[in-house]
């Protein structure tokens, strides 16, 4: 059974800093690609940071909104795949989500973890 666990959500202030991580069970980690989404109330889910298979090389990407304040790394080791989150802002309030994906068949999610920015 495929699972994919978030933690590290919670409240903090702006300015603060929180790590989410996601550890992975039930795939072979480092073959997948591993993303982080969010989602905000009464919008759409987006794409933060992704992270490539091991193969690959773990070539990120991120969204412009989070450039140079958020970091995607994996550790393949411990099949978990982690989200630095520097210099929040209020705007970074979400549902933080996990995936997982191989090919449009082998594409999972794990169940959220809430950010809450704010003062």
């Known amino acids: 059974q495929v699972q994919l666990v978030e933690s590290g959500g919670g409240l903090v202030q702006p300015g603060g800093s929180l790590r989410l991580s996601c550890l992975a069970s039930g795939i072979t980690f480092s073959r997948y690609a591993m993303s982080w989404y969010r989602q905000a109330p009464g919008k759409e889910r987006e794409l933060v940071a992704a992270?490539?298979?091991?193969?690959?090389?773990?070539?990120?990407n991120y969204a412009d909104s989070v450039k140079g304040r958020f970091t995607i790394s994996r550790d393949n080791a411990k099949n978990t795949v982690y989200l630095q989150m520097n210099s929040l802002k209020p705007e970074d309030t979400a549902v933080y989500y996990c995936?997982?994906?191989?090919?449009?068949?082998?594409?999972?999610w794990g169940k959220g973890t809430l950010v809450t920015v704010s003062s």
């Open positions: 995936n997982g994906r191989l090919n449009r068949w082998m594409d999972y």
């Open positions: 992270i490539t298979n091991a193969g690959d090389g773990g070539i990120t």
